[in-house]
């Protein structure tokens, strides 16, 4: 797997890419800017992408339109996002184009390495991973008359956990329920958001974009 | 109103006599109590209109000389005799009923000076109460002057000669009591002026002082607020650009070192099974970083509010940013007591940053901070002998200190022509 990263703290960019190459993972490059990192992304044609929020030149979201500019040149880019606090307008900017293949982390995420990795691969792969604290603050923040509030709080677990990137498996094995429970809830999620059935893997990620539209209406 | 009720009672039910004399006394105590306020206010009226009289001479003199030309640079002087004329009415007033809140402080170029609407109505003012006032105090002083006089003639008349006169405008010939008499009916007839003049005559003579010195109502009281709109809003600018600047040393700062010790602490953990040598150094890394977040912490809280603006006051405050200023500079500090924080803050601020601008951009050899208090405003100078040229806008931070300064309803003054020396006034309210 071939990695990019952009982050300005020196000490931090270090540190991620030493984490990253103790795990054998190929550090392509450190980047510094957003300019520099488009740079690398050109150059180096890297798997993945670790991006910083705030970057120069103004701190504020430099990282997220680095991300976006990056994904418009190669589609296939897996991204991950990291970010020093949730900011649920970043997350919108972020998925606006569809969740494959995109994360978003809080940074001290980072410090749990097997769940890093397992996120940093599941992107990879073509699957999503937002960080739980980005979904209870979309779930905490959608209206009373959404189709959210709809949900059984069961039903809010289960799709903060699709939300966040876990399989089937995972969530049951999480929620401590069974498979089949967990089919359940979803097929009853699906409904209750009024996804028709097609495509089971777009209605995941449909569902999961439910939440952030309905908190972006909200704000 | 307590005329009628005595009146009605009277009516009512005829109080025995007893009850009349003691109404009858507390009438006659009312009308001397009242008689002897008049002629104490109009006496104390008369007091600040020789104030108005003087100040309305100086203004013609000014208005004379400005048509020449050369009474131009005067008018902010002459406009601040005419507010010390219109304060000492301002208090006489406020001790007599109504509170009269002091103005603003009497802008400083000329331009200010006459477009300002204190400024204009207190010159009305001192119009009004320098002549008209002034003639109604000589009056109400004169009128119990003339009514002792004249009531004591009779007693006295016998040692002068008969073809002196009365006193007063009695000069004809007094011969025997009869004419003494009539000149102490005469007195009576000034006792009674006096009586019934007298509280019409002090409420005149206060008269332009309500109507002119109070805050100027509608526009003016629209100009008001709207200059606290101003202030306040740049006072809330100030306070998130503050705001903003802290929440980003922290993220950037504290934060992300934080963030990497995290990352430091996981990697550790990882290498401790494959390689227990390369975790105790990812470890030593992890320290540094940890002792790197506390010192970044440390200056992110020192910035917020130095505490040694706590600890020790402003004067210490002062002379430790003197101590690391990179000009050698003298810090003089004479305050009573202490401001408010937020002021004490402010200050140490405006020293902060004009010290960092005269180490930087004067190239001066020596610099002098002073700090004193008067009333209820703290004045701070910085002054260098540098080259000058300071302004607002040369990418300084003097754009920060004006804003700052400003949001405190203070005052701020630069003075930097080319070649120097460099001024800066602040002037702070205290807040206490």
Same mark, same amino acid.
């Not at chain 2, 104490?40 to 400005?66: F, N, P, W, Y």
């Not at chain 2, 930087?360 to 004193?372: E, F, L, N």
């Given at each position: 797997?071939?990695?990019?990263?952009?982050?300005?703290?020196?000490?931090?960019?270090?540190?991620?890419?030493?984490?990253?190459?103790?795990?054998?993972?190929?550090?392509?490059?450190?980047?510094?800017?957003?300019?520099?990192?488009?740079?690398?992304?050109?150059?180096?044609?890297?798997?993945?992408?670790?991006?910083?929020?705030?970057?120069?030149?103004?701190?504020?979201?430099?990282?997220?339109?680095?991300?976006?500019?990056?994904?418009?040149?190669?589609?296939?880019?897996?991204?991950?996002?990291?970010?020093?606090?949730?900011?649920?307008?970043?997350?919108?900017?972020?998925?606006?184009?569809?969740?494959?293949?995109?994360?978003?982390?809080?940074?001290?995420?980072?410090?749990?390495?097997?769940?890093?990795?397992?996120?940093?691969?599941?992107?990879?792969?073509?699957?999503?991973?937002?960080?739980?604290?980005?979904?209870?603050?979309?779930?905490?923040?959608?209206?009373?008359?959404?189709?959210?509030?709809?949900?059984?709080?069961?039903?809010?677990?289960?799709?903060?956990?699709?939300?966040?990137?876990?399989?089937?498996?995972?969530?049951?094995?999480?929620?401590?329920?069974?498979?089949?429970?967990?089919?359940?809830?979803?097929?009853?999620?699906?409904?209750?958001?009024?996804?028709?059935?097609?495509?089971?893997?777009?209605?995941?990620?449909?569902?999961?974009?439910?939440?952030?539209?309905?908190?972006?209406?909200?704000? | 109103?307590?005329?009628?009720?005595?009146?009605?009672?009277?009516?009512?039910?005829?109080?025995?006599?007893?009850?009349?004399?003691?109404?009858?006394?507390?009438?006659?105590?009312?009308?001397?109590?009242?008689?002897?306020?008049?002629?104490?206010?109009?006496?104390?009226?008369?007091?600040?209109?020789?104030?108005?009289?003087?100040? &309305?001479? /100086?203004?013609?003199?000014?208005? @004379? !000389?400005?048509? #020449?030309?050369? %009474?131009?640079? +005067?008018?902010?002087?002459? *406009?601040?005799?005419?507010?010390?004329?219109?304060?000492?009415?301002?208090?006489?007033?406020?001790?007599?009923?109504?509170?009269?809140?002091?103005?603003?402080?009497?802008?400083?170029?000329?331009?200010?000076?006459?477009?300002?609407?204190?400024?204009?109505?207190?010159?009305?003012?001192?119009?009004?109460?320098?002549?008209?006032?002034?003639?109604?105090?000589?009056?109400?002083?004169?009128?119990?002057?003339?009514?002792?006089?004249?009531?004591?003639?009779?007693?006295?008349?016998?040692?002068?000669?008969?073809?002196?006169?009365?006193?007063?405008?009695?000069?004809?010939?007094?011969?025997?009591?009869?004419?003494?008499?009539? &000149?102490? /009916?005469?007195?009576?007839?000034? @006792? !009674?002026?006096? #009586?019934?003049? %007298?509280?019409? +005559?002090?409420?005149?003579? *206060?008269?332009?002082?309500?109507?002119?010195?109070?805050?100027?109502?509608?526009?003016?009281?629209?100009?008001?607020?709207?200059?606290?709109?101003?202030?306040?809003?740049?006072?809330?600018?100030?306070?998130?650009?503050?705001?903003?600047?802290?929440?980003?040393?922290?993220?950037?700062?504290?934060?992300?070192?934080?963030?990497?010790?995290?990352?430091?602490?996981?990697?550790?953990?990882?290498?401790?099974?494959?390689?227990?040598?390369?975790?105790?150094?990812?470890?030593?890394?992890?320290?540094?970083?940890?002792?790197?977040?506390?010192?970044?912490?440390?200056?992110?809280?020192?910035?917020?509010?130095?505490?040694?603006?706590?600890?020790?006051?402003?004067?210490?405050? @002062?002379?430790?940013?003197?101590?690391?200023?990179?000009?050698?500079?003298?810090?003089?500090?004479?305050?009573?007591?202490?401001?408010?924080?937020?002021?004490?803050?402010?200050?140490?601020?405006?020293?902060?940053?004009?010290?960092?601008?005269?180490?930087?951009?004067?190239?001066?050899?020596?610099?002098?901070?002073?700090?004193?208090?008067?009333?209820?405003?703290?004045?701070?100078?910085?002054?260098?002998?540098?080259?000058?040229?300071?302004?607002?806008?040369?990418?300084?931070?003097?754009?920060?200190?004006?804003?700052?300064?400003?949001?405190?309803?203070?005052?701020?003054?630069?003075?930097?022509?080319?070649?120097?020396?460099?001024?800066?006034?602040?002037?702070?309210?205290?807040?206490?």
């Amino acid at each position: 797997m071939r990695i990019v990263i952009a982050e300005d703290d020196a000490l931090l960019r270090e540190g991620l890419a030493l984490l990253l190459r103790a795990e054998a993972l190929d550090v392509v490059a450190t980047t510094d800017s957003p300019t520099t990192f488009l740079a690398a992304v050109d150059e180096f044609r890297p798997d993945v992408a670790i991006v910083d929020v705030r970057m120069p030149p103004t701190h504020t979201n430099e990282g997220i339109v680095a991300a976006v500019e990056a994904r418009r040149r190669r589609p296939d880019l897996a991204v991950l996002v990291l970010s020093a606090y949730v900011e649920q307008a970043f997350a919108t900017d972020l998925l606006a184009g569809g969740a494959v293949r995109l994360g978003y982390l809080l940074k001290e995420r980072v410090g749990r390495v097997e769940e890093f990795l397992a996120a940093l691969h599941r992107v990879a792969d073509g699957g999503t991973a937002i960080d739980p604290e980005v979904v209870g603050q979309l779930f905490a923040r959608s209206r009373p008359d959404s189709d959210l509030s709809r949900l059984s709080a069961r039903e809010r677990d289960v799709l903060a956990l699709m939300a966040e990137g876990l399989g089937n498996t995972a969530i049951a094995q999480r929620l401590f329920v069974t498979d089949g429970a967990v089919h359940k809830h979803i097929r009853s999620i699906f409904a209750k958001l009024g996804l028709a059935p097609d495509d089971r893997a777009d209605r995941r990620v449909t569902a999961v974009l439910r939440y952030l539209e309905d908190a972006q209406r909200r704000s | 109103m307590p005329h009628r009720a005595a009146a009605q009672d009277s009516v009512a039910v005829a109080p025995a006599r007893p009850e009349r004399a003691r109404m009858a006394r507390r009438y006659v105590r009312r009308g001397v109590r009242m008689s002897v306020d008049a002629i104490e206010h109009l006496v104390g009226g008369l007091g600040t209109a020789i104030l108005a009289l003087a100040a &309305v001479l /100086l203004l013609v003199l000014v208005a @004379l !000389a400005s048509v #020449v030309g050369i %009474g131009l640079p +005067m008018v902010p002087s002459a *406009a601040k005799a005419v507010r010390l004329a219109a304060n000492r009415e301002r208090a006489r007033l406020s001790r007599w009923d109504r509170d009269l809140p002091l103005p603003p402080p009497v802008p400083t170029g000329l331009r200010g000076v006459l477009h300002d609407p204190w400024v204009r109505r207190e010159a009305a003012f001192v119009a009004a109460h320098g002549t008209v006032g002034f003639g109604l105090g000589v009056l109400g002083l004169s009128l119990p002057i003339s009514a002792v006089q004249n009531l004591l003639f009779p007693m006295y008349y016998w040692v002068l000669p008969p073809e002196a006169g009365g006193p007063g405008f009695i000069d004809w010939r007094i011969d025997g009591l009869p004419d003494a008499l009539v &000149v102490g /009916l005469i007195g009576v007839g000034w @006792l !009674a002026a006096t #009586v019934a003049l %007298g509280p019409t +005559m002090a409420r005149l003579q *206060a008269l332009p002082g309500r109507q002119l010195l109070a805050p100027p109502r509608d526009v003016d009281t629209s100009l008001r607020i709207a200059e606290l709109t101003a202030t306040r809003a740049a006072a809330l600018d100030a306070h998130a650009v503050e705001l903003r600047r802290i929440e980003r040393s922290l993220h950037d700062g504290a934060q992300n070192r934080l963030v990497a010790v995290t990352v430091l602490l996981g990697a550790a953990r990882r290498a401790m099974v494959r390689d227990p040598a390369r975790a105790v150094e990812i470890l030593d890394r992890a320290h540094d970083s940890a002792e790197l977040a506390l010192a970044e912490l440390r200056s992110v809280v020192r910035s917020i509010l130095p505490p040694v603006l706590d600890d020790r006051g402003l004067a210490a405050a @002062l002379d430790g940013l003197a101590a690391g200023c990179g000009v050698p500079c003298t810090v003089q500090v004479d305050v009573a007591g202490r401001c408010a924080a937020s002021v004490e803050a402010t200050a140490y601020f405006v020293v902060a940053e004009a010290l960092t601008n005269v180490a930087r951009h004067s190239g001066a050899a020596s610099a002098a901070v002073t700090v004193h208090r008067s009333g209820d405003r703290l004045h701070v100078s910085v002054v260098d002998d540098g080259r000058g040229g300071a302004s607002d806008g040369s990418g300084s931070g003097i754009g920060g200190i004006r804003r700052r300064v400003e949001a405190h309803d203070g005052r701020f003054t630069l003075t930097s022509p080319p070649g120097g020396p460099t001024t800066l006034l602040v002037e702070l309210p205290c807040g206490s």
